[in-house]
Nanobody
Framework: QVQLVESGGGLVQPGGSLRLSCAAS????????MGWYRQAPGKQRELVAF???????NYADSVKGRFTISRDNAKNTVYLQMNSLKPEDTAVYYC?????????????WGQGTQVTVSS
């Protein structure tokens, strides 16, 4: 019933910015941790950032100071503002959320959105 849909990916120049959005829909009782992961070709999926229901945030060292995660609980949406993008940020970015629905708590994943940083 729950679906996560990412948007905002695309092709940008080095030093540019993108803002990713992930909206959760369906029968949702509550959402706990929401986060962003990324996976480059041939590499393991890695955590980029997460935000708790109380607003506490955590970032990977590689993006700290450049990326900002935020959430709008009224809209069941999490955002990732990405500034000063580097070629090494190129990856498929996946939204992740820990969601309670019908008294069951599960982790859900979006389908991913491609971010390409290139000249």
């Amino acid at each position: 019933q729950v679906q996560l849909v990412e948007s905002g990916g695309g092709l940008v120049q080095p030093g540019g910015s993108l803002r990713l959005s992930c909206a959760a829909s369906g029968t949702i009782v509550s959402i706990y941790i929401m986060g962003w992961y990324r996976q480059a070709p041939g590499k393991q999926r890695e955590l980029v950032a997460f935000i708790t229901g109380g607003g506490s945030t955590n970032y990977a060292d590689s993006v700290k100071g450049r990326f900002t995660i935020s959430r709008d609980n009224a809209k069941n949406t999490v955002y990732l503002q990405m500034n000063s993008l580097k070629p090494e940020d190129t990856a498929v970015y996946y939204c992740n959320a820990d969601i309670v629905t019908n008294y069951v708590r599960n982790t859900f994943w979006g389908q991913g959105t491609q971010v390409t940083v290139s000249s």
